[in-house]
Structures are given as structure tokens and as C-alpha cells.
């Protein structure tokens, strides 16, 4: 099965959603928050830096449980358009 690359727009979504679940953790440690949303603190820091831009939604809503976030502030994060340089 090949995977269609994510476009920009998606990308920068993945970014937006990372820094915001970073900002909401505070001063709570990454290995924290994952034990507490029962994910791996791989899988947390991959979501933080953008490196995980697709998430599942079950990861997401284990994140908003244990954060100070609801998943429609997350939901605004996520689909919040933002002008990306054309390019072509």
C-alpha cells in the first residue's frame, strides 16, 4: 500500500497541534503526560515536534484528558487555516 504524501496544509496543522498539546503540558515532563494518556513518550515527542502530523484520534483525546485542553480547542488548533507561501 502506498502512503500519499501529506501536503503542506497538513503538515503545518501537525506543527500548530504539537506546539499547542507542548504548551498545555507546561511544566509537567514528556514522560509524565504519556504515562498519563498511556501513550509512549516517543510517540509524544514525535506528536510535539511535528514529526507525527496525523495522529490518531485516540491518541489526541488520551492527550486532552489528562491536559487542560478540549478536543474542540484541539479540533480549532488542527483545522485553524494559516496562508502558506505559494510555491509554483
Known amino acids: 500500500m502506498v502512503r500519499i504524501p501529506l501536503t503542506a496544509e497538513q ?5 500548530r497541534i504539537g506546539e499547542r498539546l507542548r504548551q498545555a503540558r507546561g511544566g509537567r ?4 503526560v504519556a504515562e ?7 510517540t509524544l515527542r514525535k506528536i510535539e515536534t511535528g514529526r507525527l502530523p ?6 489526541i483525546a488520551a492527550l486532552a484528558r489528562v491536559l487542560p485542553l478540549s478536543l474542540d480547542e484541539l ?3 488542527y483545522l ?5 507561501p505559494h510555491t509554483g
Open 11 to 15: 503538515l503545518a496543522a501537525g506543527k
Open 29 to 32: 515532563t514528556l514522560a509524565e
Open 36 to 42: 498519563a494518556a498511556a501513550i509512549s513518550p516517543e
Open 54 to 59: 496525523t495522529p490518531a484520534f485516540a491518541t
Open 75 to 77: 479540533a480549532d488548533v
Open 80 to 84: 485553524s487555516r494559516v496562508d502558506l
